[in-house]
């Protein structure tokens, strides 16, 4: 199972999106016998490369916040004990 093929959610991937609809568009019978497998098995390791990509600028941004947190933390901190 694949997320909503939305172009506009998952740029790293659309021309394979493209490709995989055109292809259920073209063989609407032989989708189910493995028409369009190849084409199902790039996008799913396209989805996994694009999530891959996500979850590490998420993680960078995420030990941003944490580290200002701290930061402002320390100086709220430092504030009440003068």
């Not at 609809?21 to 609407?28: A, L, T, V």
């Amino acid at each position: 199972m694949h997320p909503p093929l939305t172009l506009h959610k998952h740029p790293m991937c659309a021309e394979i999106i493209e490709e995989f609809q055109k292809c259920h568009i073209d063989h609407p019978v032989a989708k189910f016998f493995g028409e369009c497998t190849d084409l199902k098995i790039k996008l799913d390791r396209c989805f996994r490369q694009e999530k891959a990509l996500k979850r590490k600028v998420n993680f960078e941004e995420s030990k941003k916040l944490k580290e200002r947190l701290q930061a402002y933390r320390k100086e709220t901190a430092e504030q009440i004990t003068e």
